[in-house]
Every structure is written in structure tokens, then in C-alpha cells.
């Protein structure tokens, strides 16, 4: 298996833009998946593959992704965009997954 | 419309024993990849458990040899049996949905697309 790991928490200005980075082995063989949670919430999909969205996910959200390492960047972070924001793959085994520790995003 | 029902979730002793039960509507359970993830409290996203489409399951290291994953195609319902239930189980239990993207001839892209509420499991005295 395989560790993926995230910086605790980062913070944004309203209406600016911000990265969330994810790295480990596993990104070297797998794109991630980028999920985020509110208070109480399950997670929703936000991102995954190379760049592409879920029906409903605001194009300001977009990934990126380069040896072992994903990214997940909001342009013009709004207030409603504040959330714990967790990256995950297939390990590197291709047979189970493996999630971040999650970045928690404050929107100030 | 896709949906994931869980039910099953509550409060046991250590050592005791659980079942969850994850019923799908929208799509068919044994087409999908379908795993289970739980989040202790305070904490973040851990993986517990996936039942590919042919039947092949896996398990994380800390349940493994405890906890069984299993569907019935005639409810279209996934389940977790957990056994031998320890304290560090606490926690919310997710089902949700593995999709795979094809589109690139080079990867694949694999994501979590659909998920349910969670059900909360309590392993106290």
C-alpha cells in the first residue's frame, strides 16, 4: 500500500485563488480524485482524472498533476467553497485505495 | 437517480459484532466496484474495504481478518460484517461507488462518484 499526503490546512482570501497539493508513490501509476466534506456531510466528488468535473462541481475548480504529485486549485475561492478537502487513488498494489489526511480550506 | 441507503449503524460492545448494509438504487451493485470508507471522529477518510465486479474483495490491514465484505444481487445491496470489534472501529462508515473513466487510451481514471450519508458505529463498554 501507499500514503498520500496533504498539508493540515490552508486559508484564502475571498475571490482569490488557492493550490491543495497531495503527494506519494501512488500518483506516479494513478491520477487522484479529489473529494471535499463539510460539518456532518459525506464527501462529494470535486475532480478526478487528468481534469474533469462532475455534472454540477463550478468550473473554478481544477486539477493538476505532475510525477508524485496532484493538485487541486480553485480560482476565485468563494465563501461556500470552506471545507475539509481529501485527495485518494488506487495504491500502489491497483487493488485498494488510499486517501490524503484531508487540507482543511478557510475561506477568510 | 443514483442513490446508496445505508442502514445498519449503531452502538456495540468491544468484541461484538455488526452488520451494515448499503442498498443501491439507480445502478446495478455487482457492475460496480464498490468499497466501504470510514472517518473516525475528528479524523479523515480511511479505506476499509472494496468487492470489485468479478467478485475479488480487499481489505485495509486493520480490519483484515475481521470485517467481510459481501453483496446479494437479488437486493442489490452491498454489506459489512464486522466482527471482533475494537474500540479504534468507531467511527462514520461510508459506502460508495467506484467509476472508472476509459477515455484515455494511456489511464485510467478511477473515482469515487457516489455516496451515501454514512451510518455511525460505536464500539464502547
Not at chain 1, 6 to 30: K, M
Not at chain 1, 63 to 87: H, K, P, V
Request: charged share 20%; with cysteine; glycine share 10%.
Amino acid at each position: 500500500s501507499s500514503e498520500l499526503t496533504q498539508d493540515p490546512a490552508v486559508s484564502v482570501a475571498l475571490g482569490q485563488t488557492v493550490r491543495i497539493t497531495c503527494q506519494g508513490d501512488s500518483l506516479r501509476g494513478y491520477y487522484a480524485s479529489w473529494y471535499h466534506q463539510k460539518a456532518g456531510q459525506a464527501p462529494v466528488l470535486v475532480i478526478y482524472g487528468k481534469n474533469s468535473r462532475p455534472s454540477g462541481i463550478p468550473d473554478r475548480f481544477s486539477a493538476s498533476s505532475s510525477g508524485n504529485t496532484g493538485s487541486l486549485t480553485i480560482t476565485g475561492a468563494q465563501a461556500e467553497d470552506e471545507a475539509d478537502y481529501y485527495c485518494g487513488s488506487r495504491d500502489t498494489s491497483g487493488h485498494r485505495w488510499v486517501f490524503g489526511g484531508g487540507t482543511k480550506l478557510t475561506v477568510l | 437517480e443514483v442513490l446508496l441507503v445505508e442502514s445498519g449503524g449503531g452502538m456495540v460492545q468491544p468484541g461484538g459484532s455488526l452488520r451494515l448494509s448499503c442498498a443501491a438504487s439507480g445502478f446495478i451493485v455487482s457492475n460496480s466496484n464498490m468499497n466501504w470508507v470510514r472517518q473516525a471522529p475528528g479524523k479523515g477518510l480511511e479505506w476499509v474495504s472494496v468487492i470489485y465486479n468479478d467478485g475479488e474483495t480487499y481489505y485495509a490491514d486493520p480490519v483484515k481478518g475481521r470485517f467481510t465484505i459481501s453483496r446479494d444481487n437479488s437486493k442489490n445491496t452491498l454489506y459489512l460484517q464486522m466482527n471482533s470489534l475494537r474500540a479504534e472501529d468507531t467511527a462514520v462508515y461510508y459506502c460508495a461507488r467506484e467509476s472508472i473513466d476509459y477515455s484515455n487510451p494511456y489511464y485510467y481514471y478511477y473515482y469515487m462518484d457516489v455516496w451515501d450519508k454514512g451510518t455511525t458505529v460505536t464500539v464502547s463498554s
